[in-house]
């Protein structure tokens, strides 16, 4: 069955870096496009990064544009969410998504405090 | 960008009742819209995927309509588990955005 492992999630300072990485097993992972999805404690959901199954494509929700990238190795069956410039209003849940199917991760918590 | 319009942002309704939440999009979006469930602490799960079809394994109870901008999802008999938050989700159909409605609380009267 599809499973989906996020990790790297911590307390972070304001203005440091952070690097999220989802494990993937149980489907043909090269194959599908990977979305980033965040939720802030009692808030909604929010779409954050979408890339293609080969990598090549990229988009960004305009509020993290410019400070995160996405990324994947299909060799290692990973997807990673590089977060710079990281504030307070990041602070959230982490989900990684697969496009398409829709299966998701259990979330890695990232928490932006001083 | 699309938004997306969810009503009500949240609901009591009692055993047995049936349950209609709404969805609005900003423009046309045919039937790349999705309705997932989420309990407190857990990831959200698909219930309902292209506007109306079921996911397998989910309880007939739940349904979903619509096409273009105005969706619904429905319990047709709340049940004690179906106590959770909702959202609808649009999904481009060349998928480069994803952009979700503001939940709905389904709460016991």
Redesign the interface.
């Known amino acids: 069955q599809v499973q989906l492992v996020e990790s790297g999630g911590g307390v972070v300072q304001p203005g440091r870096s952070l690097r999220l990485s989802c494990a993937a097993s149980g489907f043909t992972f090269s194959s599908f496009?990977m979305?980033w999805?965040r939720q802030a404690p009692g808030k909604?959901?929010?779409?954050v990064a979408?890339i293609s199954f080969d990598g090549t494509n990229k988009?960004y929700s305009?509020s993290v544009r410019g400070r995160f990238t996405i990324s994947r190795d299909n060799s290692k069956k990973t997807l990673y969410l590089e977060m710079n410039s990281l504030g307070p209003e990041d602070t959230a849940v982490y989900?990684c998504v697969q496009?398409g199917y829709?299966?998701?991760?259990?979330?890695t918590m990232v928490t932006v405090s001083s | 960008d699309i938004q997306m319009t969810q009503s009500p942002s949240a609901l009591s309704a009692s055993l047995g009742d049936r349950v209609t939440i709404t969805c609005r999009a900003s423009q046309d979006i045919s039937k790349y819209l999705n309705w997932y469930q989420q309990k407190p602490g857990k990831a959200p799960k698909l219930l309902i995927y292209d506007a109306s079809n079921l996911e397998t394994g989910v309880p007939s109870r739940f349904s979903g309509s619509g096409t273009g901008t105005d969706f619904t999802f429905t319990i047709s008999r709340l049940e004690p588990e179906d106590i959770a938050t909702y959202y609808c989700q649009q999904y481009d159909n060349i998928p480069r955005e994803v952009t979700f409605g503001g939940g709905t609380k389904v709460e016991i009267k």
Not at chain 1, 44 to 47: F, M, Q, V, Y
Not at chain 1, 102 to 107: A, D, H, K, R
């Open positions: 496009g979305h999805v909604g959901l929010e779409w979408l988009y305009d989900f496009l829709w299966n998701w991760g259990q979330g």
